[in-house]
C-alpha cells in the first residue's frame, strides 16, 4: 500500500516542442506519512502535482504512478480521483452558476459512487464549513467566484475532509495566507492526517506551514528531481542556507 | 388591487401542424398595475407574430416569451414595447430550438424613469439558426435598460446571430444602460455572430457599456470539477448549467419551465 512514483518524466507542450520538465522522480508515501517536497521557483514542483494529477498540459514520456499497486498513467483524471488521489490547488478554478453545496454533493457522488444520504451529507458539510471557520451561506456562493485567497484555500480543505482520498498532495497551500488563515488551514489538514491511513504530500516553497503540520520525510526539488532527502531537520536547514547549496548551473524556471 | 396577475397565453395548438400565418397581441398594463404574462410559442409550420405592450405610469410587468417550437419551424416575432413613466419591465426570452427563429425586441419610453430588463437565454442545435436582436431608444431622461443574453450552441451548423442596438438621444440625458451577449460554444461547427452597438447622442450619461463573447469550454474548469472525480459529461453539464444558472434565477418562472429548460440546455452536452 502506497504512492509509489517511479523514475516519472514529464514534458510540457510548448510553441517550440516539447519541454522536459521532470527528470525522474522518485517517491514512495505510504499511508500514514507526511512528506514535504520543497524547492525553488521553477523547479518542477507544481508540474509534479498537475502530473500526478492527470492535467492534459503534461505529458507523461516515462515512469509510473502506482496508488495501492494501481497504475494511474494511463487514467484520465476523474478515473485518477476515483482511485483515491486528491490534489488540492494552488489556484482553485472559478466555476459561475454552480455552487459549492451542488459542486460537493456531485463530487462525494462520484467519488464514492453513491448519493450521500441527504440527512446526514447536510451535517457533514455545515460541520467541515465550521471547522474551516466558513459559515453556512459560504455553500450557496458560486465555486471558487469571489473568494478570497484565503476563503479558496479553506474550501479546498473542506473538499479534502468531505472526500477523505487515501492520497493527497496540497500543492502550495500555504501561499497567500495570512497567520490566522495559515494556522486554521493547517489544523484542517492535521485532522485529515490524524485518522493515521492517509497519505499527504505537501508542495511548498517555504518552511512555516511545517510548523503547524510536521513532516516526517522532507525532500529537496531541483531541476526536475529529489537531490536531498531527510526528516524535519532538513527544513530547518533549509530555512538557514536556502537552495543555494543545490542551484549550481540549473537552468530551470 | 396590488396583487399579482398571472396570464399564461398558448399561442398555438401544441400539435403539430401548420399554424397561424400571423398573430397579432396588444397589451395594456394600467397605471401602478403589477402582472407577469407568460407567452407559450410552441408547434411547427410557419408564423409571423406581433406583440404590442404599452405600460401606464408605475405599472410592473414581466412578460416570458417562451420558444419551444419543433426543429424544423420558422418564426418571425416582434415585441414593440412603450414603458411609462416610473414603469418597469421585464422582459424574457427563451428560444429552445427552431430551424430559424428571428425574435424581436424593440424598447422606448413615454415618460422620465421608465426601466427595462431584457433577458435572454437560447440553445441552438445542429442546422438552428437562432436570431435575437434588441432595439432600445433612450428618448426621455433618467431611464434604464439591461441587457443580458446568453446561449449555447452544439452541432454542424449551429448559429445564433445577436444584435443589440441602444440610442441614447439628445434628451436620454441621466440614461443607464448596459448590454451584454455571451455565448458558449460546445461542439465545432458553430458560428456566433455578436453585434452589440451603442449610439450616444448626450454626455450626461450614468452608464453606457456593452460587451459579447463567445467561447468554448474552459479547460481548467473542467479540470478542476474531474480532479474531484467527477465524469467529463458531468463535469461540461454543470459548467453549461453554471453559464444559465444567475440569468435563469433572474427570470424566475415556474419551477415546472426552470426544470424544462434546464432539460433542454443540458441535452446531449
Known amino acids: 500500500m502506497s504512492l509509489l512514483i517511479k523514475d516519472l518524466h514529464v514534458s510540457v507542450v510548448t510553441e517550440t516542442g516539447d519541454k522536459p520538465i521532470l527528470r525522474g522522480v522518485n517517491l514512495e508515501i505510504r499511508p500514514g506519512e507526511v512528506h514535504a517536497i520543497m524547492g525553488p521557483n521553477g523547479s518542477g514542483k ?15 514520456t516515462s515512469g509510473a504512478i502506482l496508488l495501492d499497486g494501481v497504475d494511474l498513467v494511463g487514467m484520465s483524471v476523474d478515473e485518477r480521483a476515483r482511485q483515491g488521489l486528491f490534489l488540492a490547488m494552488q489556484y482553485p478554478v472559478e466555476i459561475p452558476g454552480v455552487s459549492v453545496a451542488n459542486f460537493l454533493r456531485t463530487a462525494k457522488h462520484a467519488i464514492d459512487g453513491q448519493a450521500p444520504a441527504l440527512r446526514t451529507w ?7 464549513l465550521a471547522d474551516m471557520a466558513l459559515d453556512k451561506e459560504f455553500a450557496a456562493r458560486s465555486v471558487n467566484e469571489g473568494f478570497s485567497g484565503g476563503e479558496k484555500k479553506r474550501h479546498e480543505i473542506v473538499q479534502l475532509h468531505l472526500l477523505n482520498p487515501r492520497y493527497a498532495i496540497l500543492d502550495e497551500t500555504d501561499s497567500g495566507l495570512d497567520i490566522d488563515a495559515l494556522r486554521v488551514v493547517s489544523e484542517g489538514v492535521n485532522r485529515y492526517a490524524e485518522a493515521g491511513d492517509r497519505g499527504l504530500l505537501l508542495i511548498t516553497h517555504y518552511t512555516r506551514i511545517l510548523r503547524y503540520i510536521k513532516p516526517d520525510f522532507v525532500h529537496v526539488f531541483v531541476d526536475g528531481q529529489i537531490v536531498e532527502q531527510g526528516d524535519a531537520s532538513l527544513a530547518e536547514r533549509l530555512e538557514e542556507t536556502g537552495y543555494e547549496a543545490w542551484l549550481g548551473g540549473s537552468d530551470a524556471n | 388591487m396590488s396583487g399579482i396577475e398571472y396570464l399564461s397565453i398558448t399561442t398555438v395548438d401544441t400539435e403539430p401542424r401548420t399554424l397561424m400565418p400571423f398573430d397579432h397581441l ?4 394600467k397605471p401602478n398595475s403589477a402582472a407577469t404574462l407568460r407567452l407559450l410559442y410552441p408547434g411547427s409550420g410557419r408564423f409571423n407574430g406581433e406583440v404590442e405592450i404599452d405600460l401606464a405610469e408605475g405599472a410592473r410587468l414581466t412578460i416570458i416569451s417562451i420558444q419551444d417550437w419543433r426543429p424544423e419551424a420558422v418564426a418571425q416575432l416582434r415585441y414593440r414595447i412603450n414603458i411609462g413613466k416610473d414603469a418597469e419591465l421585464r422582459h424574457a426570452v427563451i428560444t429552445l430550438q427552431g430551424q430559424w427563429i428571428q425574435h424581436e425586441t424593440a424598447v422606448t419610453y413615454t415618460g422620465p424613469g421608465g426601466r427595462a430588463e431584457l433577458l435572454g437565454v437560447y440553445f441552438a442545435g445542429a442546422g438552428q439558426h437562432l436570431q435575437h436582436s434588441v432595439y432600445i431608444d433612450h428618448n426621455q431622461p433618467n431611464t434604464t435598460s439591461l441587457v443580458d443574453y446568453r446561449g449555447a450552441l452544439q452541432g454542424e451548423n449551429a448559429r445564433s446571430s445577436w444584435v443589440g442596438e441602444v440610442s441614447i438621444r439628445p434628451e436620454g440625458i441621466g440614461t443607464d444602460t448596459y448590454e451584454s451577449n455571451k455565448n458558449l460554444i460546445l461542439s465545432d461547427g458553430c458560428r456566433v455572430d455578436a453585434v452589440p452597438n451603442l449610439e450616444i447622442e448626450t454626455g450626461e450619461v450614468r452608464r453606457a457599456g456593452h460587451s459579447a463573447t463567445a467561447g468554448r469550454f474552459d479547460d481548467e474548469q473542467l479540470f478542476y470539477l474531474m480532479s474531484r472525480g467527477i ?3 458531468e463535469a461540461r453539464r454543470l459548467v453549461v448549467q453554471g453559464f444559465f444558472a444567475s440569468i435563469l434565477a433572474r427570470i424566475g418562472d415556474s419551477e415546472d419551465w426552470m426544470e424544462r429548460i434546464n432539460a433542454s440546455v443540458v441535452l446531449g452536452v
Open chain 1, 46 to 60: 507544481s508540474t509534479l502535482a498537475y502530473s500526478l494529477a492527470g492535467h492534459p498540459k503534461y505529458t507523461i
Open chain 1, 122 to 128: 447536510v451535517k457533514q458539510v455545515n460541520q467541515s
Open chain 2, 26 to 29: 396588444s397589451v395594456y398594463a
Open chain 2, 231 to 233: 465524469s467529463p459529461a
